[in-house]
Every structure is written in C-alpha cells, then in structure tokens.
C-alpha cells in the first residue's frame, strides 16, 4: 500500500496574530512546526503501515525551502519518502491553487497512493478546503472528519466524527481523508529517525518537473481575493467576584443572570 | 537558561531535548496518577523503546546506540527524572538488570538477550538483594546447585525493581557456601521458567509507579549456558555492575533535585506575602542559591565520574561511591527544601513537591546505602595513601 500524506509548515501558535497595518500574519519570532491536524493524518499513516506491513508513506509538502523542516520531522517520525513543492511559481497559491499543485504532483507518484490523507485543517488559514481541493482534482471519493479507518481488501471502513454524532462510511480504495485530532495521539521521532532525517537531502521539486499548468499556480492563478483580515477586538468588560465565600458569589452570579433574564 | 559546558556531544544534546520534551508531554500529565495508584508505566517505556531510547547504553552490535559515550544514557536518566523517578527507576533498572551480561556475558547470551531489551520488547531486572542480605552480600541463602545441563536454583529474593515486569532477571546465588563472596555466581533466568514465581508488590513511600516484588526460586532449573562467567565469579559481576550503575543513581538524583528547583523557584516569584513575591525575601532567595549550587555541584561530579568510567580509569569505586553518595544527600536536602518554600501548597498533593520528597529517600538507600558508599570511599583512601607512604 501507498499512502500520501499532506503536510504543512505553520506558525507554533493557536493564537495567531496578525500586523494591524499590513494584514498579514505576524510569523517573526514564532517558531515552526508540523500543522498539529496534519500530525494526526501521518500518525494514522504510521499506524496503518505497522499494521499492514509493506506499506510505504510519502510525505508531500509545498512551501518555501525551509518548509523541509516538516518533511525531516516525517521522516524521523517514520515516512519512507519526501517530496518537496518549492518554485517561485508557486508563491501565492490560494487554497485552489495549492491544491492544482498537490493533486499534479501526486498524480505523477509511482505508485499511484491507495490513500492521500490531510489534517482537517491547518491551524493558520483555518479554511479546511485543501484536502478535498486535491481529492476533487484527483477525481477521488473524499471523507473528511475521519478519526478511525480499517483496511481490507480494496476497502477502507472510515469512522467520521461531528460536533453532534459518529458516522461509519465504507469506501473504495483509493481514497482521500481529512484527520481530525480525536484519531490518535501523534507519536515523537525516534533517534534514528532523527539521525536519517539529518543526513537526509532534500531537492525541491519545481512546478515544471510535476507538468504544471503555469496559469493554474501561484498568485496569479489564485481567485481567492483577500478584502480584509483582522484580529477580533479583544472581549472587554464582564463583571468579575472573587475572594468572598462561594455560595455569596454564586447568589451574585445567579442574581447578575435572573436580572438579565437570562434564567 | 544559562548552562555550564559539559562538551555534550551532539548525541548527548539530541538525547536531553528527546527525553526533555518526552517526559514533558508524556510522562508529567500522569506522574501523580501513577503515583498514588502505585501503577507501573507500561505504555511510557513501550513508547520510549519506539523511539530508540531503551538501548542508550547497548552496543550498536547488540542492537542499541552505545558508541563509547556513556552521558547519553545518564542525561536521559536525568531528563526522565527530572519530571518522576518511579518512572525513570523503571528505566533505568533495566539497565541495571542487562550490566552484568554487558560486563561478564558471553556474546551467545548478548546476542540473545539485549537485543530486545534494546528495541523495549523486553525489560530486565537486577536480583541480589534478600531477606538477610542487604548491604551484606555474605548473608546470601539462595542456591544453586549443578544437575546435569542445568542449575536447580532455590531461595528468595527481596525488593527487586521490576520484578513481575521483567522478562530477563540476573539472578545472584550461592553455588559455593564454603567460598563466601567467592562462591556466588550469577544466572540469566527468563520470566516463566517453572519453579520462578513472584510474591507481592511492595507499598512503598516513593518511587510509586515503579514495580517492587519478592522473587521466589523452588527447584527452578535454569539451564548451565545461563551461567554468567564461571561459576564463583558472581560477586565480581555485582560489584562492577554497582561501580558503573551508581552514577545512574547520581543522575536520577540530580533530575530529581533540578525538577525540585524549578517547582520551588518558578513558586517563589509568584507568590506573594507582605505585597512581594517571597522571592524578594532574602532568607528565601539565598535557600534557592545554595539548591542550585548544590544540584550544579552534583551534575558536575556526576559527569566527571563518567567521563572518567568512559575514559577507560581501571579503578573508580571510589568515585561511583562519591557521586552516588553527594548526588542523593543533595536530592534529600533540595526536595526537602522545596516542600519548605512551597510551605503548605508543597505538603499538598495539589502539588509535584512532596512526591519528590518521598520519591528522594530511596536514592540514600538502593544500590548501596549511603553508609555502605562511605565505607568504600574510607576504604580506598585508606588503601590509596597506604600505597602513597610506602
């Protein structure tokens, strides 16, 4: 079996700041890491190669050439191969785009994977719109949400998971998922990982050797126009009691709810 | 954080940020459960041998990643320490239990027997201690006697880490009674060989989620080919495994006493009594400086030691002793000391401080009391300026 994982270099911050003036993230002094979704789809890779022996994992990420650090993460976790997007064709991609440049280069993996798998979403943009961006490209069944997948015989049994219940969905290989972060609990690299992710040298792949459309990438190619991104206005006021018995307080609180009729 | 530099290599570094980040994210969010439910860390050290940090100190022959340089092994003993010593005990008896095939076995039995102790498949344990045996070795009632191809073992063993957890025991037993220490030999014996059965797990004050049992031997036959060196070479086995496991003592010592620090400096500048944090007092400040002067001291003393070990020193008990016996008083001093800063939140077990507490005591007493590593420091200094005179 071939699986294709998606990964993506983001900031290490949930709380993502953005520049007030320009606009855009705020990524000085903010360390890089594997998007934390997209841990969850490579750790279900890993699992399913322990389980199905054999099985290879291919790492593929697109982004500027420091973005290799999340390939050598991967393979010290256990990938067997990476592939790096990195042309200045590429610069500006929107979610489209990106995905355009993802789908041709898996198109060109041999062998073609049984599985492409993604984090839900990544944790700067939020959008959720790559992984079943390529699988649309691909032309492949898409589950998105999946926290559990079996695999036998040409068949994966995918558990989904919603705010509101669980869904078990059986699918034809080969197939796309998007991982939430319910699946697993990622794993750490190994030492030797890390030493073979060390040594290892990665070479960029650029747009022309994955026979991409020049009109379909980078900012050119991208519809996504951006109008205005800007922090929410941090929550002020609010009514705060402390250091007085919890029952008093907890008369004040439910006293504050029944004046604004809220119970 | 300014650091002292210790010429880490670059392995020795890897090693202190994997086991750092390990036992941040792994092992601290269940130290307390562990503890008071007196659980072994089964999962934690499986997830360790994943990432090819059980075979720290296990020749790449034999499946490990020992190259000559021991600091890898011992800061990966700190690092775990440093966030809890039942798990890290766990660890690093392991390695106690494999020294004496290290140091005295045969390459049939390595082969056989470290390669799973390196990948974590498989743990071992350490098997001299009795109920009239402690410090004492002479004191020894289990047997072996020759029958055949194999060796009838008969007796008990007491308080022995990872007992029941363990697949491979090295085994210390009288074959020669006339011999005294001279008439110990040890014994490779596997986990489900008939007549090897266990008896309760200790309650202990600290070291919780470590696992402490009776070995018991009744006509259990152990095959010859498990017999490490000749037979009556056994003591020797012991005391070199102890010359080159007390530094691991001394790491898991200074571990635990910088986890201590850290609780009790990071509290200190938080808390705040007469509008200051207590920090600002000077009576508390200079209690923390003598802490951190103290653990520094005792990292220093242990890396030496080490070094020393690798470097190929002939004779080191002296030094084993010393890093063991300064390394755990410190341990003692610094815990202690953090309860105190803590004041009534470090008597709580809302806290990480009173653990270590309990968790430092054992640090004075295995592997050779306290008492014990000051008779072999008085010993060789009597020896060495005997020779000095003449």
Redesign the interface.
């Given at each position: 079996m071939h699986i294709v994982v998606c990964v993506k270099q983001v900031p290490n911050t949930t709380q993502v700041r953005i520049d007030p003036e320009t606009h855009t993230l705020v990524r000085d002094g903010v360390e890089s890491v594997m998007n934390p979704f997209d841990e969850n789809a490579l750790e279900m890779a890993l699992q399913l190669k322990e389980k199905h022996p054999g099985t290879q994992v291919t790492a593929l990420t697109m982004g500027p050439p420091q973005a290799e650090a999340v390939l050598k993460e991967a393979v010290g976790r256990g990938a067997d191969q990476v592939m790096l997007l990195c042309d200045q064709a590429f610069a500006g991609s929107d979610t489209w785009a990106t995905s355009y440049a993802l789908s041709r280069a898996i198109s060109q993996m041999a062998p073609p994977p049984d599985l492409v798998l993604f984090g839900k979403q990544a944790i700067d943009g939020d959008t959720a719109q790559v992984g079943p961006g390529v699988a649309d490209w691909l032309n492949l069944p898409c589950i998105t949400y999946a926290y559990g997948i079996e695999i036998d015989g040409g068949m994966a049994t995918v558990q989904r998971s919603f705010e509101d219940g669980y869904e078990t969905l059986e699918v034809a290989l080969p197939c796309a998922l998007t991982v939430v972060k319910e699946a697993n609990v990622p794993?750490?690299?190994?030492?030797?990982?890390?030493m073979a992710a060390r040594k290892l040298t990665i070479e960029p792949t650029t747009a022309a050797a994955i026979g991409a459309d020049p009109d379909k990438i980078g900012l050119a190619a991208s519809p996504t126009r951006v109008m205005k991104i800007f922090s929410p206005p941090p929550k002020t006021g609010g009514v705060m009691w402390q250091g007085e018995e919890p029952a008093a307080m907890a008369r004040k609180l439910v006293e504050a709810l029944r004046e604004r009729q809220l119970i | 954080m300014a650091e002292l530099n210790y010429g880490l290599s670059e392995l020795a570094q890897e090693i202190r940020s994997m086991m750092r980040e390990f036992a941040q994210t792994r092992v601290k969010p269940v130290r307390a459960e562990l503890d008071e439910n007196g659980q072994f860390p089964t999962e934690i050290l499986r997830e360790m041998g994943k990432m090819d940090l059980m075979g720290l100190y296990i020749p790449v022959e034999y499946g490990g990643t020992f190259e000559g340089d021991s600091l890898p092994n011992l800061i990966a003993v700190e690092e775990l320490s440093r966030v809890c010593i039942g798990v890290s005990v766990s660890y690093a008896a392991t390695g106690l239990g494999a020294d004496p095939i290290l140091i005295g076995g045969n390459d049939d039995q390595k082969k056989k027997y470290l390669p799973p102790l390196a990948s974590g498949e498989k743990l071992a344990a350490y098997a001299l201690t009795e109920p009239n045996a402690g410090s004492d070795v002479s004191g020894m009632r289990t047997t072996a006697v020759k029958k055949g191809d194999t060796y009838i073992l008969n007796g008990t063993k007491q308080w022995i880490t990872n007992g029941g957890e363990a697949d491979i025991y090295t085994v210390f037993a009288v074959t020669d009674k006339a011999r005294g220490a001279r008439g110990v030999s040890a014994f490779i014996v596997e986990k489900g060989t008939p007549g090897f059965s266990f008896g309760k797990k200790e309650n202990k004050l600290g070291i919780r989620a470590s696992a402490t049992r009776e070995l018991i031997f009744e006509d259990c036959a152990v095959p010859a080919e498990n017999l490490i060196g000749r037979e009556g070479t056994g003591f020797i086995w012991a005391m070199k495994t102890f010359d080159v496991s007390r530094p691991g003592i001394a790491a898991q010592a200074v571990g635990l006493a910088q986890g201590a620090l850290d609780e009790a400096v990071t509290y200190a500048k938080v808390r705040e009594q007469f509008g200051r944090p207590i920090i600002a007092n000077q009576g508390l400040s200079w209690m923390l400086a003598d802490m951190a002067t103290q653990v520094e001291a005792a990292r220093a003393l242990t890396y030496a030691v080490v070094r020393t070990i690798d470097s190929g020193a002939k004779d080191y008990s002296k030094f084993s002793a010393m890093c063991k016996v300064y390394a755990s008083d410190v341990a003692m001093q610094v815990t202690t000391d953090a309860v105190q800063v803590l004041g009534g939140y470090g008597y709580m077990k809302e806290y990480p401080v009173e653990k270590m507490m309990r968790d430092a005591k054992i640090l004075q007493i295995y592997e050779g009391t306290n008492q014990i590593q000051r008779d072999i420091i008085g010993l060789a200094l009597n020896k060495e300026y005997a020779a000095a005179a003449r």
């Open positions: 794993r750490m690299a190994s030492l030797r990982g890390k | -």
